[in-house]
């Protein structure tokens, strides 16, 4: 067996930054200002800066980034929330914290985000059925590429509906040069490590253009303080951001614009080497992803992995089973027709190592073992 090489390697990302980001958590240190300090307000500015558009407001996590304007709008009991079903849990476990009820949507087979018809299905049906009231969508733009915004603006705006970017894998996207929130009314980012811009620990943010959202949102984030300090307008959470978290963000948000570049460039050469191999991920024209994750569609998965694995090719699956399928959701209802190509997808999807400090050898390593696989099963 062949030594693994690394799925991410944020390693090599911290030797490229050089030493800045020890210089960075040390000034935090010495200022102490921990929680919501300098640093804080300064990524805020150039998160919305970066994004082009908004006001942003940093949070603990993606996931509270989420519920912070489902909060703020007091979407809760006997209201729809419409969400894919291949996603993380996080985008329909915030729906369900608030009260409501996730209706899942079905995704393309192309893109694998939210099906514009699919969603618009669901939307009459909820309104034909007349007992949840429908107010919002959460599109998840998954593995890095936007969803189709202009249709889903179509869509919320015919229905009346808030439009939430669930960009927590795609923060940094565009669609013809602009970011989801052009089309969205609030914009979600993750700092997971593991995501394209990552913190050294939890930290999120999401971004709004509306003004009385976002102080809304600012109060909801730390237990719905109101004017005066220790005075309080709502019931609300607490989700404030460390400052280290910030500073480390910060420096490394320096630098994305070039990552991002450099993920594009990783999957353009598995793409030009196993194009014609795999069914290999399909970005639409005028789209620009992230690429959190690279992922091919496979027949025979189990097989495919255990090969991959013997050839030090290490691979995951996002997501092994669809939302709805787990118990906790399987009460909720989904899109008319139910949820085909999720639950087709889910048994074919796999990501391959992904990150923008990839090494040449290391991207030969997968494409001549994808290569060896895929000749072994044309033999068979
Ligand atoms: C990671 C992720 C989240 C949650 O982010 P956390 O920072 O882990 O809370 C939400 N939605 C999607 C699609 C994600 O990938």
Request: with cysteine.
């Amino acid at each position: 067996m062949t030594d693994m090489i690394p799925f991410i390697d944020l390693k090599a990302q911290r030797t490229r930054l050089n030493g800045k980001i020890e210089v960075a958590v040390m000034k935090v240190i010495d200022e102490g200002r921990y929680i919501l300090g300098p640093e804080v307000t300064e990524l805020e500015e150039k998160l919305a800066e970066f994004a082009g558009i908004g006001r942003a407001l940093s949070c603990a996590n993606g996931t509270d980034a989420i519920l912070i304007p489902l909060m703020a709008w007091g979407i809760g009991p006997g209201d729809a929330v419409f969400v894919p079903s291949f996603t993380f849990a996080a985008s329909a476990e915030v729906i369900v914290l608030t009260g409501a009820s996730p209706v899942f949507v079905d995704v393309d087979p192309v893109t694998y985000n939210m099906s514009p018809e699919s969603l618009s299905a669901a939307i009459d049906m909820v309104k034909a059925d007349g007992e949840l009231t429908p107010r919002a969508i959460i599109a998840v733009d998954l593995f890095g590429q936007p969803v189709d915004y202009p249709a889903m603006a179509n869509i919320a705006q015919a229905h009346d509906l808030k439009l939430v970017s669930d960009c927590a894998q795609g923060f940094g996207n565009t669609i013809d040069g602009k970011s989801p929130l052009h089309w969205a009314d609030a914009l979600t980012i993750s700092f997971y490590p593991a995501k394209p811009l990552g913190a050294y620990g939890d930290a999120g943010a999401v971004i709004v253009k509306d003004d009385d959202l976002y102080a809304t949102m600012k109060s909801v984030r730390v237990h719905g303080e109101g004017s005066e300090r220790y005075e309080y307008a709502r019931i609300g959470i607490n989700s404030r951001l460390d400052t280290m978290q910030a500073a480390i963000l910060l420096t490394k948000l320096s630098v994305f614009a070039d990552e991002i570049k450099m993920r594009q460039a990783v999957a353009d050469k598995y793409s030009a080497k196993m194009g014609n191999l795999v069914k290999t991920p399909k970005v639409l024209d005028g789209y620009q992803s992230t690429w959190a994750q690279y992922t091919i569609e496979v027949s025979d998965r189990d097989e495919f992995r255990a090969d991959m694995a013997e050839q030090g090719v290490p691979t995951a699956i996002y997501y092994p089973i669809p939302l709805h399928m787990h118990e906790p959701y399987a009460g909720y209802p989904v899109a008319p027709g139910g949820l085909p190509v999720t639950e087709a997808v889910a048994h074919t999807v796999v990501s391959l190592p992904m990150h923008p400090d990839m090494p040449d050898g290391d991207v030969e390593q997968v494409c001549g073992a994808v290569a060896a696989y895929s000749e072994k099963a044309l033999a068979e």
